[in-house]
């Protein structure tokens, strides 16, 4: 046992400790945790008030999350941590364009079963009707079949509908199966860009920043099947300056959808006035499928 004289043997002492995890992998990332840990305070020279201050911060957002809100996951996306993490792990280890992205907040398992064409919309939700085609690829650029996807995405008023108790269980949320073409058709409504929460931890360090809260518009994408990594995607829709500023950090060249705007009556459905089309190719890493753990209930 090392009794500590001064602030310079502290590192060394804890780092000797590090040292003994039995699992190599856990050993490198708290040994490397340790030396940045450390190196922060000392290059801030944290005070004792601001790390109590850490401290509050930290158990505040342990009770701001619960089944229907991860703090957690909200503050890693505000600080440009998730995106990293993807990139870095996605795209020949981040060398080339992927579009693998941010799996979000409000991912739920078991969404209903939908006929490929089918309508995701399962109570009154206003708004211009969305017509989404996605195709997935594998990396030599052949279509998938039996490709199991998840599609959910928000409200026309930036709503989950488990944060929204006037949506239906399940509203704007689906599981399809690819064909041997590798395509999956939905019917929707258009989303909006949105606010994240602002009454949390994570608000105050925006308005702290003068940063605003917004997310462009975007379809959430979840694809598996056995042979091919786990395809975790954001498409975006949006046309406005979000996304170039979106306050997640997560939006790439590669995951901007075709979206076009048309007028008049549908060719199948008849709709009338103003609906959209939403057309993106997915490609999928050969790798283990594996699903994430659900952020929420």
């Not at 928000?154 to 108790?165: C, H, I, K, M, W």
């Not at 269980?169 to 909006?192: A, C, H, Q």
């Not at 975007?218 to 046309?239: C, M, P, R, S």
């Amino acid at each position: 046992m090392t009794i500590i004289r001064n602030q310079q043997e502290i590192t060394p002492a804890v780092q000797k400790v590090m040292a003994q995890t039995t699992d190599p992998r856990l050993r490198e990332i708290m040994t490397s945790l340790i030396s940045h840990l450390h190196g922060f305070v000392r290059d801030v020279q944290l005070t004792e008030t601001e790390f109590q201050q850490a401290t509050k911060i930290l158990n505040t957002m342990g009770q701001q999350s619960n089944d229907k809100h991860n703090e957690f996951v909200l503050m890693a996306g505000s600080l440009g941590v998730s995106s990293l993490v993807c990139l870095l792990n996605n795209g020949d280890k981040g060398t080339t364009e992927t579009t693998q992205s941010l799996l979000g907040p409000f991912w739920r398992m078991n969404q209903p079963l939908t006929e490929n064409g089918g309508s995701i919309l399962r109570s009154d939700t206003p708004g211009p009707r969305l017509y989404g085609t996605f195709t997935f690829l594998d990396q030599d650029g052949r279509p998938i079949d039996a490709l199991e996807v998840d599609i959910w995405h928000a409200s026309p008023v930036g709503l989950y509908e488990n944060q929204d108790d006037t949506q239906a269980e399940y509203n704007l949320r689906g599981k399809f199966m690819t064909g041997p073409d590798g395509i999956v058709r939905f019917k929707s409504v258009k989303p909006i860009g949105y606010p994240i929460p602002t009454s949390t931890t994570v608000g105050t360090l925006l308005a702290a920043q003068n940063r605003h809260p917004y997310r462009p518009a975007h379809v959430h994408v979840l694809a598996h099947k056995a042979g091919f990594k786990t395809l975790i995607n954001q498409t975006y829709v949006d046309e406005t300056d979000y996304l170039a500023s979106d306050v997640q950090f997560g939006v790439t060249e590669a995951l901007i959808g075709k979206l076009e705007k048309h007028t008049g009556p549908h060719p199948e459905d008849g709709e009338v006035g103003d609906w959209y089309t939403l057309e993106h190719r997915l490609t999928l890493e050969p790798g283990e499928s594996r699903l994430p753990i659900p952020p929420i209930k």
